[in-house]
């Protein structure tokens, strides 16, 4: 048999790997600052790996039908595809292991992609009938139209500014210009900033989840292997928009040493910023990205069209 | 399979391990009880260090923390909850109240030990147990899970119709569905 | 006999034969129809694109008949989806009354379409458009008279179309001398600038009205929704196409030989148009709590995206147009008979009373929900692809606001996407619907077999390309560069559908075997009352539903942009009118010494005048 086909199959292995371990470490990292930001002691960083293998291992008695299997299948397919599609290294160091479907999509192609698992999640979490997972839903999405724009304005200030929408033709632009996207464009890269803590779900965005307020939102049906299954997924997702920013805005990472550098530092905005908020209401947090951060990705956009 | 054994040891070890490290708690704070949680829970004694965390729904917790007296009212509710989380499940009873019904003793509808009703794995006595006491509870239920002695669940499964008797004699208006797993 | 007759006599005869038919059983009239749609569909497969013309000379003006390879792809649609949704009306008609009358319209729609598509000069296109208008009217007043004032509006708006477009064709005959449309297209850079834009202006309204584009849409979401729904799977599907069927030929073939350059401006106010068309109308979907009027705005909305992606004109453009027209023509086909399946078995489409579905009519939902992934634009269905095109069309020719209001109005598409299965379909179970069954196999079968067409296209979009490219040379855009399954735009950007769509059916595979077949021998059901609500015992008459107000943050949040409905101008524009008009009335007093003054008032100002006047 052709052995470039093991190959590959070997690198998708490897992709998933990386995302999961690297996704769950990150989860566990964030329990930790935000407990030491709390000044307390906290959990220990591999925590989460703990709790993932213990969801694997409960026993799952229920369903309430089909789509309660499948909302967490949609889920999982929705970030481990957006994960094949994504350069995970960009290309001037050795990236041969993580190319997988990498010049076969791009970034229209992810932004759909990545919306797929939240609404089959959503799909799930309504054939459980539960009220709090159906009022979740109805927020989260109602949310996602509010951060979309502001991060639709960001990529659009800079596809046109590299003339591509391919997301390793960004990472060639920058590495051409010897530049990151976030010097050449900051109005850009602010709004997708101000996007990101949307879409990382952290305080005070976090009204889908809402805890103390609606049980566990989506997920409050959903025990056991399910559960596993979505925090599995969310694990990768998190890795998957990191990896993400940092490609078409910080120039890629030529090793993994850089990748963990700039995806942590990346990550610490949302979190930190999430520690010491409070909770917005759904229209509040609509509103907030149709306010300021659009302002900026228009700015973005003019900036691109008019000066460059 | 001849390590068939074997295999299925190392793979209850990892499971007991990551159980033991993993413990989701849905308290149910009913009487004064509640009030320690908070503390227990927040920067002062901060539990999550041992990776105990709360959880909103019984169908994602493990360990269901009943804090303080139990109203028949309530009972049921304590039962419902209990019911509708998924094995391996523990119980932790808080306070003498669960034990022998505490200050409660002689009054007409609180009962006064959880262990018929529900089975209990760990209780924590005092009136009211400090944080302190809490957590040794809880690291005393991470021992039971460690060495695979917390089965208050499989109990509760064999001994059904003797829980499902008690519940019954104290619980007027019975409407609960069946036990389904 | 020739083949393009041969199709209009037997949809013709099909509509008399169907009223007659209503004498003997009701039923046979729906099967009439179903069999000459069907057949007609047969003689349309088998006939090859762009043959047979067929000349009528009467008098001094030549009629023409024939097939190009823009209208066969237009006309494979028609037929297609009909020739579906005619199965399907043979059940969901069942037991209602005046079938004749309904079913001698419905193949008369048909007819009408397939007339006008097949019209090469504009007397034939008018006269068939007409026949659609009237028959289509006829099936909106269907439902009885409480229903006439929304016909009245679609009269009203129609009639503004089809003078619109008889104006239009009355100064083409007096300029160039001929009513054929080829002749139109050589000889538009003859003429002189004003005429240009007069012509294009006027074209322009007549089909933006059928395509629902932005002031002239209002009659468009009513329409749709109080039909019967096996109708409106034609009429937003098909129906609402010739509008984009004309617009291509104006947009794309006129507007390309003019030598004025403003006509750029009207393409851009018409792409504008379309994509705040898309915002509004989505966002009234949003708001609906009914299942039929959500859908009729959506398709509003969806018809925006088409009309965006004509306007801009460029080949990636044009052709994510076409590709996304025949999409909804497909999965709105669908979506309009999952609801009416719903109606039929259960009475209502209210969204808020519906729920749980989902366990009762299983091959309805897997439909709908095919076809909602496609209309989300959610690969790897066939939406994707449309979708796909149109961004990279936009931000490829600098619309880079443009991109940002169809991006806007696509992701709110999701809030009634979800909403719609929620609805209908998830949810707490009611015992109202507890015998509820799955609607018989005639009407599930049409709808599967759309669905499953979806996620072909999904997969090898080349198979819709080639008729599109063929379209797109003949209407004038040079050869256009198509793919089997890999999508490209000019800056060199590509997606490969194929390796998309193995990737979600492996991982999916995977998760599916391990979550939904090793998994649930494991799990029994339980219903939807026994969930997490703290511990209390939900009552079998205790309503757990969330389906109220469902969206009502985001209501709120959008709440300054839904204050004013086009209806509240076009209320406005009427009182106005009747004011002028009531002036005007007091001129007319009654009394006959106010009528001398006024002769001898003229009479002063011609003595006054009459100088400036006469010399």
Request: proline share 3%; charged share 15%; aromatic share 14%.
């Amino acid at each position: 048999m052709d052995n470039s086909i093991w190959i590959s199959i070997l690198g998708f292995l490897a992709t998933i790997t990386l995302a999961f371990v690297v996704g769950v470490f990150y989860g566990g990292l964030v329990r930790k600052v935000t407990a030491r930001i709390q000044n307390r002691v906290g959990p220990p960083f591999y925590q989460n790996f703990f709790d993932i293998v213990k969801l694997y291992s409960k026993t799952t008695a229920i369903n309430h039908g089909w789509m309660q299997h499948l909302g967490p299948a949609f889920a999982i397919t929705a970030s481990v595809t957006s994960l094949m599609f994504i350069p995970i290294l960009n290309g001037q160091g050795d990236m041969m292991w993580f190319e997988n479907l990498n010049f076969k999509g791009d970034l229209i192609f992810l932004l759909y992609m990545m919306v797929f698992g939240s609404l089959g999640m959503a799909l799930g979490a309504g054939q459980t009938g539960n009220p709090y997972s159906a009022i979740g839903v109805s927020r989260g999405l109602s949310q996602m139209v509010g951060y979309e724009i502001p991060w639709v304005l960001a990529l659009v200030a800079i596809m046109m500014q590299a003339e591509t929408t391919s997301i390793t033709g960004l990472i060639d632009y920058q590495n051409a210009n010897d530049t990151w996207m976030m010097f050449e464009s900051p109005l850009a890269f602010i709004a997708g900033l101000l996007a990101m803590l949307g879409m990382f779900h952290y305080a005070p965005f976090d009204v889908p989840f809402a805890p103390a307020e609606l049980a566990s939102g989506p997920a409050s049906e959903f025990g056991g292997k399910y559960l596993a299954l979505m925090m599995t997924s969310g694990a990768i997702m998190a890795f998957v928009k990191l990896v993400l920013f940092v490609d078409i805005f910080m120039g890629g990472a030529s090793n993994l040493v850089m990748l963990l550098v700039k995806t942590f530092l990346l990550y610490m905005v949302p979190v930190l910023y999430g520690v010491v908020s409070p909770r917005y209401r759904t229209e509040q947090s609509i509103r907030y990205f149709w306010g300021w951060p659009t302002a900026i990705g228009v700015l973005g956009v003019l900036y691109v069209v008019f000066i460059r | 399979m001849p390590n068939d054994k074997k295999s299925q040891k190392i793979v209850d070890i990892i499971q007991n391990a990551a159980r033991k490290h993993s413990l989701f708690v849905l308290a149910y704070g009913t009487g004064c009880g509640a009030i320690e949680i908070p503390p227990t829970m927040t920067s002062r004694y901060d539990a999550e260090r041992f990776g105990i965390r709360g959880m909103a729904t019984p169908r994602q917790a493990d360990v269901l923390l009943v804090t303080g007296y139990l109203a028949t009212k309530t009972l049921k509710r304590v039962i419902r909850a209990y019911e509708q989380m998924q094995d391996p499940k523990y119980v932790i009873g808080f306070g003498s109240c669960t034990i022998n019904g505490g200050m409660y003793w002689d009054s007409y509808n609180t009962i006064k030990l959880l262990d018929k009703y529900i089975p209990v794995d760990v209780y924590i006595n005092g009136c009211m147990p400090r944080p302190e006491a809490v957590i040794e509870g809880f690291i005393e239920l991470q021992g039971l899970i460690k060495d695979g002695k917390a089965n208050g669940a499989t109990k509760y499964k064999e001994n059904i119709d003797w829980y499902r008797a008690n519940q019954k004699k104290v619980i007027k208006n019975w409407n609960m569905p069946d036990y389904n797993w | 006999m020739n083949s393009l007759l041969l199709i209009i006599l037997i949809l013709l005869g099909g509509a008399v034969l169907a009223y007659l038919a209503k004498r003997i059983t009701p039923m046979l009239s729906s099967i009439v129809s179903f069999l000459a749609i069907s057949s007609a569909t047969a003689v349309f497969f088998t006939m090859t694109s762009s043959t047979d013309i067929v000349e009528v000379n009467i008098r001094n003006f030549t009629l023409e008949f024939g097939l190009n390879a823009y209208s066969w792809l237009f006309g494979a649609m028609v037929m297609g989806v009909s020739a579906l949704v005619s199965l399907y009306n043979i059940a969901y008609m069942k037991g209602k009354d005046r079938l004749g009358y309904f079913n001698s319209n419905f193949t008369l729609v048909v007819m009408a379409m397939m007339g006008i598509l097949f019209s090469n000069d504009w007397i034939s296109f008018f006269i068939f458009w007409e026949i659609m208008t009237w028959s289509s009217f006829l099936i909106i007043v269907y439902n009885g008279i409480e229903e006439g004032k929304i016909g009245t509006k679609y009269m009203i708006f129609s009639a503004v179309g089809g003078y619109a477009m008889l104006m239009a064709i009355v100064i083409t005959n007096s300029q160039i001398n001929s009513f054929l449309i080829s002749d139109l297209i050589s000889s538009f850079a003859g003429l002189d600038m004003g005429m240009q834009s007069l012509l294009g202006l006027l074209f322009m309204i007549a089909f933006s009205v059928k395509a629902a584009v932005m002031p002239l849409h209002v009659w468009a979401p009513r329409a749709y929704s109080d039909s019967p729904m096996s109708f409106t799977a034609i009429f937003s599907g098909l129906l609402s196409k010739m509008g984009v069927f004309g617009l291509g030929i104006v947009l794309i073939s006129v507007f390309a030989k003019s030598t004025n350059s403003n006509i750029i401006v009207y393409t851009e106010i018409l792409a504008w148009l379309g994509a705040i068309t898309g915002v509004m109308a989505t966002f009234y979907a949003v708001i609906q709590t009914d299942a039929k009027r959500l859908l009729a705005y959506s398709s509003v909305a969806q018809l925006g995206y088409i009309v965006v992606g004509l306007a801009i004109g460029t080949k990636l453009s044009v052709m994510a147009a076409i590709f996304m027209a025949v999409m909804h023509a497909i999965f709105k086909g669908t979506l309009f008979m999952a609801v009416g399946a719903v109606e039929r078995q259960t009475g209502t489409t209210d969204m808020t009373k519906l729920g749980a579905l989902v366990r009762k009519m299983p091959w309805t939902f897997v439909a709908a929900l095919m076809s909602i992934i496609a209309l989300a634009g959610i690969p790897p269905l066939g939406g994707f692809i449309g979708k796909w095109m149109l961004y990279e069309s936009l931000i490829t020719s600098d619309h880079y606001f443009l991109i940002v209001m169809t991006f806007l109005s696509s992701t709110a598409a999701f809030l009634y996407s979800y909403r719609f299965l929620f609805g209908i379909f998830l949810g707490q179970e009611e015992k109202e619907f507890e015998n509820v069954k799955e609607a018989p196999a005639t009407m599930v079968i049409p709808m599967m077999i759309l669905a499953a067409s979806l996620f072909f296209f999904g997969m090898f979009p080349g198979y819709l390309f080639e008729p599109i490219a063929n379209s797109m040379e003949f209407l004038g855009m040079g050869q256009v560069d198509w793919s089997m399954t890999v999508l490209s735009n000019q800056w060199g950007d590509q997606v490969d559908t194929l390796s998309i769509v193995n990737s979600i059916i492996t991982i999916f595979g995977i998760a599916f075997i391990f979550l939904g077949l090793k998994n649930r021998k494991k799990t029994r059901y339980v219903t939807t009352k026994d969930i997490h609500t703290g511990g209390e015992i939900p009552t079998e008459n205790e309503n757990l539903t969330y389906a109220v107000d469902f969206y009502k943050p985001f209501e709120r949040a959008i709440e300054p942009a839904m204050r004013r409905k086009m209806d509240f101008y076009y209320n406005k524009f009427g009182n106005g009118l009747e004011s002028l008009f009531e002036f005007v009335r007091r001129i007319y007093t009654g009394n006959g010494q106010t009528y001398a003054l006024y002769v001898i008032i003229f009479l002063v100002i011609l003595i006054l005048f009459s100088e400036q006047i006469f010399l």
